[in-house]
């Protein structure tokens, strides 16, 4: 047999057996082998907040610690994982579950696991409990600490999926925001100062206990009240004169369609403890109005969803009233005509 013959043939019993090893090797994923390690099987999770006006992903700068429940088909309560690391900040971190086969729910938060956190499970999930057992709620003292007023960032999101095959499947859990910022300014229209210690504002709703859904559940009416306030300059008029406004500043949580919030500023006179009313408005239908017609087709509830920080300014006139047909949400000089209070 001549050399080069000789060399076809030894390549080709290489060939087949290469052939071999891998089929042997995608097998023994099929097969339990007490020798071999358990094929990997399960999820890669991605986790992304681009829930907002932007539509950008936001979750590595804005998510610091994370929460993950895992439940079965039927709502079964079977693991949690939380991740308070830096590796959050990084855009590529993936959370890595080895699951069986079979269809899963998964419930993530964001802010609960956190050393500053604002919002606490009602009850730590275990063995034997549900996923409609799952509930969120804020901290007691944040409503009622002046230094915790301003509440940590809280996050959600869901996902059903299935895992099935071998190796991991790649998946993305999309968060949503439950906290909001909204910063209320009061300006005289004939640019005399204003002192925010002339009045008292809070924000009034019933939004403090959140489902598995992440949907608020009724409990009673909760007051908010300002994390700040004081004066701040807007310039000076043409005569010199420096532009003194009061601000007051709310954090609060969840806003939603179903609930009737109220902002509310009193203005105090002759020392007593609650004065004049000067603003009591509804305070979605206000803050709607800063909803543009780019957004025609976003509905409201998803509108307040995606927007987070809102800044309402107030025009007074000399006696100190809200000149109710003046009013600028964010960057929008609203005209009030038909606005309902």
Request: net charge negative; hydrophobic share 35%; glycine share 6%.
């Amino acid at each position: 047999m001549n050399v080069k013959v000789r060399h076809n043939i030894l390549r080709r019993i290489a060939a087949v057996f290469a052939t071999a090893a891998v089929a042997a090797a995608l097998g023994s994923c099929e097969k339990i082998y007490e020798d071999l390690e358990p094929c990997p099987r399960g999820l890669s999770l991605r986790f992304i907040y681009d829930y907002n006006m932007e539509y950008a992903n936001a979750f590595p700068k804005k998510v610091d610690c994370l929460t993950l429940f895992v439940y079965d088909a039927e709502g079964n309560y079977l693991d949690t994982r939380t991740e308070t690391s830096a590796v959050l900040r990084d855009e590529n971190y993936r959370m890595t579950l080895d699951l069986e086969e079979g269809s899963y729910r998964l419930v993530a938060y964001g802010g609960i696991a956190c050393e500053k956190h604002s919002f606490s499970l009602a009850r730590t999930p275990g063995e034997g409990s549900r996923i409609e057992d799952l509930r969120a709620a804020i901290d007691a003292d944040c409503l009622t600490d002046d230094r915790r007023r301003n509440l940590h960032g809280f996050y959600w999101g869901d996902l059903a999926v299935r895992v099935e095959g071998d190796m991991y499947r790649d998946a993305t859990v999309e968060m949503k925001k439950n906290t909001n910022n909204i910063r209320v300014v009061l300006q005289q229209l004939n640019d005399r100062p204003v002192d925010d210690k002339d009045f008292d504002f809070s924000v009034t709703d019933d939004n403090t206990l959140f489902g598995p859904d992440n949907d608020l559940i009724p409990v009673a009416e909760t007051t908010y009240l300002p994390w700040s306030h004081g004066q701040a300059s807007t310039g000076e008029t043409d005569d010199g004169e420096e532009v003194v406004v009061a601000y007051a500043e709310f954090s609060t949580s969840r806003l939603m369609t179903k609930n009737s919030p109220r902002l509310l500023i009193r203005r105090k006179s002759d020392g007593k403890a609650t004065g004049k009313a000067i603003v009591d408005i509804p305070l979605i239908n206000y803050l709607m109005l800063h909803k543009s017609d780019l957004y025609a087709e976003m509905g409201r509830q998803e509108y307040l969803d995606r927007e987070s920080e809102w800044t309402m300014v107030f025009f007074l006139d000399e006696n100190g009233e809200w000149v109710r047909t003046h009013i600028k949400i964010n960057d929008w000089t609203v005209r009030i005509n038909d606005a309902e209070v």
